[in-house]
């Protein structure tokens, strides 16, 4: 395989970035392309919402030092960024001091539709670990072809919420109704979305921090608006565990948004639907203007005004049909990783850092990294990315040693009901935690949504 060739990386967000400093440092020639038009798209879809981890967890060491020379310097290390705030005071400034440099280009408004072996489709062995990687991407200009000696895909699990159907596929009549579907957490600092949502019916479907988030809103919403009514649906039999660890968490400001949202769910307008399972959303016949949701029983949730989603994101794999992958059947996660971060068995703090070794592909020189790499499962820390970065990027200098080396300790994340923590977009999963509202009494007490 040709070292001539630049590195690939797929994303800028945090992930992405940390992955081309490191390279930056090799002195590899790298290329980062961004699907948008500028560092941390992602990030900034959800730039409403409050990480769990502090500035001293985000903020990759290369990229860093990368940074100094340009005077910046890292915002309050106690402090806990909104998800813009992390885009606007890091990966900007860092994706700028990237593409100043000699080694990386970074392209916004670049987005990849196919890796592929150049020449070589994914049935033919002849000469294939020789030829290099054919990157196939869309541009301002159009399309092109852009060869490399090694892609690392960052590019995290945003674009890819699961849908509200019970079976992992859209219930029925869903993208029918999409207009009164949202997906993610709300702003509801926004006139908009507090138009949306007030004096409605809304159904939030979903656990976790993100589901924790949406109750506190609504309930706020609720109190400010009159009328305004929350169904909570649950796939669970039972709320208990989707309010996580509370005082016990070691993660203080997770603990506190539990807290809160249980308290909401106790004292506001919000009435659980536990065991529901949706299967199909309609028109309601009985309220006109309104929908109503069937779950897989037979139950149903009438006079719905809004639906919201907050139930995990997953991976797009359909750009990497073309290469080999050895990928986890259930989690669609790298099979040697999958074991590591399975969330009905680990928190973010039980998983052990890893790197290339993990993640690499069978196509030599690809790997996945960031969100991605955890395809289905939520448990990811900011902090997990940087050390995956780190290897991968030795990995492919050919510097073995220091991909093998272990060069992080994670913290202990406390109780995490099954899950753990999601330094990124927001999760559902088993019920773990992610971010903690923008606005109250949270940014006092501790430390959710990263992608690659």
């Not at 939030?204 to 921090?209: D, E, F, I, P, W």
Request: hydrophobic share 40%; net charge negative; with cysteine.
């Amino acid at each position: 395989m040709s070292t001539t060739l630049p590195v690939v990386i797929v994303g800028a967000g945090p992930i992405g970035l940390a992955a081309a400093a490191h390279a930056q440092s090799r002195g590899l020639a790298t290329t980062v392309l961004e699907a948008g038009p500028q560092a941390g798209s992602a990030v900034r879809a959800w730039g409403h919402v409050r990480l769990f981890s502090s500035w001293n967890e985000l903020v990759d060491s290369a990229a860093e030092k990368l940074l100094a020379p340009t005077g910046w310097t890292r915002p309050e290390g106690a402090g806990y960024p909104t998800g813009r705030e992390w885009a606007d005071e890091y990966l900007a400034p860092l994706a700028s001091a990237l593409d100043a440099t000699d080694e990386v280009e970074v392209r916004f408004d670049h987005r990849v539709v196919g890796v592929a072996k150049r020449g070589r489709d994914r049935m033919v062995d002849s000469g294939r670990e020789e030829a290099p990687f054919t990157v196939h991407v869309e541009g301002p200009d159009g399309a092109y072809l852009l060869d490399a000696s090694a892609v690392v895909d960052a590019s995290g699990t945003w674009g890819g919420p699961n849908p509200l159907g019970a079976d992992g596929l859209p219930a029925l009549g869903e993208r029918d109704h999409a207009a009164r579907i949202s997906y993610g957490i709300p702003d509801f600092e926004e006139p908009e979305t507090r138009t949306r949502y007030a004096g409605k019916h809304v159904v939030l479907a979903g656990t976790g921090a993100s589901a924790q988030n949406t109750l506190v809103g609504l309930t706020e919403l609720a109190r400010a608006h009159p009328g305004t009514r929350v169904s909570w649906l649950v796939r669970r039999g039972e709320t208990g565990a989707a309010f996580g660890g509370g005082d016990n968490d070691q993660l203080e400001a997770r603990g506190a948004l539990g807290t809160r949202a249980r308290r909401a769910v106790e004292n506001g307008p919000v009435d659980p639907v536990t065991g529901f399972r949706t299967a199909e959303v309609a028109d309601d016949p009985a309220h006109p203007g309104s929908l109503r949701l069937t779950g897989v029983d037979g139950r149903s949730v009438d006079a719905v005004d809004e639906v919201v989603v907050v139930t995990g994101f997953r991976p797009d794999l359909s750009w990497l049909s073309e290469v080999r992958l050895d990928l986890d059947p259930v989690l669609s996660a790298p099979r040697r990783l999958a074991p590591l971060i399975d969330p009905n068995v680990h928190s973010c703090g039980t998983v052990y850092p890893h790197g290339a070794a993990e993640l690499e592909q069978p196509e030599h020189g690809l790997y996945l990294a960031g969100m991605k790499s955890y395809g289905r499962a939520p448990s990811f820390l900011a902090l997990t990315g940087f050390e995956q970065t780190r290897s991968i990027v030795a990995a492919i200098a050919g510097d073995h040693e220091a991909a093998a080396r272990v060069e992080l300790v994670l913290p202990e994340s406390g109780v995490c009901g099954g899950s753990g923590l999601f330094d990124g977009q927001p999760s559902e999963a088993a019920g773990g935690g992610c971010c903690t509202p923008a606005s109250g009494d949270l940014l006092t007490v501790g430390a959710k949504p990263t992608c690659g």
